[in-house]
């Protein structure tokens, strides 16, 4: 396979991925938890909005808007609008997110990956488990995989908020445990909530999605061109298809390239060559008056963007505006339930404790028993310096499900009783799950951290 070629399959070769990989973390779980304050506050304003104005709540997000082009039309709630087409957004970062950690991350290697993706099916089956026990032969066996769901933007912003007594191989087992758990809830969607199937829209948007595969092997490397047929093409078509749409986003995310399209000794070798032209400048100067310097300061950072990989440019420049702006946008769209006596004695419906057990006792129960078994067995290691009264704190934070959990919701139930009690049930068992793994993880941590010397 040549040079060129193998973006779209492995990682450069002179990558370096562990300084790289922490850096992401740190960077991450800081814009994680502000995300997550977002995140409650959007479901928060969606509770008191829907309770005090429930008419003009449902009216507001239930309103059509359509899209005109010649003679066809799209037409679609608000609340679908964000749905089907805001929430790809979403998924196209985390689908950014896989692919970097397939390619350079924690899921680089088998050795690596094994213990997140063990604990990650642990924590999907036996949460599955305990919702189709208590809900077996019942209407409300549809809601099976809700209760697989965790929110990693939640569950890292809840981590960061303990600051750096946390330790990072602790904050690394969560979010790749949390992208595996991502790359399950993605599988569920493609085959167990997909309706009937217009092939023909399907196999316009496979064509548009190769066309993506053949930009990334033959060297594209502006993402303008991957974005105009990712939308134009693959998520349009998909909406069409009766596929879920946001599986769109997890596609063309998996075309991206993962390689500058500079070498990096040459980058080196021109930088250095700008630099010293930039320190020969006349230093009296500021830049605004110094037109050479400002030129050759653009010409450094153009050369900065051709080295730095597209999949982790566009999931910088976009990770901001998923945790701080389309999720609370999206929490406050569908977390409007009008809390009446009919919704408390509905926390004792089949569907509300499959969900609530799901999230606060089978979530921690499959993760630990999974991590256990690999680490017992030889087929991973334990993280180091983790101890496992800390891995059960986290495995209580996985519990977290709220975005996908809410997201599974509305493609298993339509509006409806069903609908208002999964969504009641995932606000009080991702509340709880918080609670507890915060209770077991605060004894556990230093006071304070040492500050490094100098």
Known sequence: MSEENHTFYGREPHQTDGQTFID???RFSHQSAAGGILLIIGAIAALVWSNCWHHNYQHFWHTEI???FGHGELTKSLQHWINDALM???FFVVGLEIKREVIAGELATMRKAALPIAAAIGGMVVPAGF????NLGGDGMRGWAIPMATDIAFSLGILSLFGRRVPLALKVFLAAL???DDIGGILVIAFAYTGDVNWTYLAVAMGCFAIMIVMNLRGVWSTIPYLIVGIGGVW???LQSGIHATLAGILAAMTIPAKGNIERAHFIERSKELLEQFGSGDSELSLLED????????KLEKYSRRINPPVTRLEAAMAGWVNCAILPIFALANCGVALTGDSAGGIMSPVSMGIILGLVLGKPVGILLATYLAIKTGIADKPA???WQQLAAVSCLAGIGFTMALFLTALAFEEGTFSEQGKVAILIGSAVAGIIGCLLLRPTLPAKVREPQG
Do not use: K, M, N, P
């Open 24 to 26: 992401d973390i740190a």
């Open 88 to 90: 790809v957004i979403f």
């Open 131 to 134: 919702y189709a026990l208590v």
């Open 291 to 298: 037109e050479r310097s400002r030129a050759l300061a653009t």
């Open 178 to 180: 949390a992208i595996v």
């Open 66 to 68: 359509g899209l005109h």
């Open 385 to 387: 310096g983790v101890s």
């Open 236 to 238: 349009f078509c998909f």
